[in-house]
């Protein structure tokens, strides 16, 4: 009997997949979107043994200009100072607030985790699939996976059906298992990262004033 899609070990998968490319002596070329450098750490820390990645920064609910720059410098330091197996390349994404307030309105009262958050994992995913296919990637993923507040098996049903659209082939992953979490803080505290405590939209900003 199948397994519902639900139940999935993703990580598992995703780690199984890794393994039987690397034995076939292939290091196939994979689009990472990231949401910031701290989450990217361990997602970077795993995938670049088995991939040739580039990260691919593009998050336009990110509100605060200031906010924005300051998550992008961050990345870029991160991605020059980590040792990879495989060297690790960055693409800056536009900044398009605008885009993100369009995609979630009259969402803008839907609490944390719910379908706000779901237009905005696509939105992100989407712009993540359209670069991958121009520039001819064998899988594209995210980074979301890792955070415990964020819904993997939405991001993976999300990146399923892009890549149906788009022809690409959609990386599953989990990455907050096998501890994946918990080392991100690891590494993040190793390499003086700036961590946030909110995902980067206004929504989520004001939900965590208002829970203090």
């Avoid at 088995?50 to 992008?72: A, G, L, Q």
């Avoid at 020059?80 to 197996?85: L, N, R, Y």
């Avoid at 009262?109 to 712009?127: A, I, Q, S």
């Amino acid at each position: 009997m199948a397994v519902p899609f639900e139940n999935r070990n993703f990580h598992k998968e995703m780690l199984k997949l890794a393994g039987q490319l690397q034995k076939e002596g292939k290091v196939p070329r994979l689009l990472l979107h990231s949401c910031c450098a701290p989450c990217s750490s361990n997602c970077i820390e795993v995938l670049s043994k088995y991939f040739m990645v580039t990260v691919f920064y593009y998050n336009p609910n990110i509100s605060s200009d200031e906010e924005y720059k300051k998550r992008v410098a961050e990345q870029i330091r991160f991605i020059k100072e980590f040792d990879t197996p495989n060297k690790v390349e960055f693409i800056e994404g536009d900044y398009e607030p605008d885009v993100f307030f369009k995609e979630v309105k009259g969402l803008e009262k839907e609490p944390e985790g719910g379908k706000r958050c779901f237009k905005c994992y696509e939105l992100r995913l989407r712009k993540t699939a359209e670069l991958a296919k121009a520039e001819a990637y064998d899988y594209f993923t995210t980074t979301l996976t890792i955070s415990p507040l964020k819904n993997s098996v939405k991001l993976n049903e999300t990146g399923l059906k892009l890549q149906e659209e788009y022809g690409v082939n959609y990386l599953l992953s989990d990455f907050k298992k096998q501890e994946g979490y918990k080392r991100s803080i690891e590494l993040s505290k190793e390499y003086g990262l700036y961590r946030q405590n909110y995902c980067g939209c206004v929504y989520s900003r004001q939900q965590i004033l208002m829970s203090k």
